[in-house]
């Protein structure tokens, strides 16, 4: 069956014989595709390797990347909003600028991967490793009180009426300083 991979706006990327929209992604990835900009809207890549995958400005909204394997790869300024990302393997990936908002996380692997200026519920704490991440500079928790900008692995108190989050915050000069004021959900 021919699985075409295009841009939201419908650009071809790569077109082939192949029995699943994986199988497509997983042979352009392999051949060196270049695939910016690709739409995985809603896509079902449950266990896909996607390994050393080069993507900028994909769309990741509402797909289920469960179990997928996407490590050492540089996915830039990617959207992975809605997705779902459990035992999803991100180690040493380069994810500068992504979207996480409302993405589902549980046992997903960020050891070493780079998540400068990404954006994430607080939520995402809870079940992401933060501290084993290579870097989370300017690291985005959209809360109900607005933006706050992490720069470091936060502290979190579980098993409370709320989630509480006490990080070291950056504020938008750049001066980093502690905030007594804690992140609560």
Known sequence: MEQKLTTRT???????????LR????????????LDGIDLTGASLKGANLDNAH?????????????ANMSESVLKHCNFSGARMID???????????????TTFGATDISMARLDGSAF??????????ESAHSL???????????????????VIKNLNELVICAKML???NNISYHKSIITI
């Open 171 to 173: 504020n938008y000069e």
């Open 121 to 130: 519920l607080p939520q995402a704490c809870l079940t992401l490793s933060l």
């Open 23 to 34: 199988a497509a992604l997983e042979t352009a990835i392999q051949e060196g595709i270049i």
């Open 137 to 155: 500079s300017c690291i985005v928790l959209q809360t109900p009180q607005g933006k706050k900008v992490i720069s470091h692995p936060p502290i």
């Open 88 to 102: 999803t393997c991100l180690c040493y990936s380069d994810l500068l600028g992504c979207n996480f908002l409302d």
């Open 55 to 67: 993507i900028m400005h994909a769309n990741f909204t509402n797909a289920d990347l469960t179990g």
């Open 10 to 20: 419908g650009v071809l990327l790569y077109a082939g014989e192949h029995p699943t």
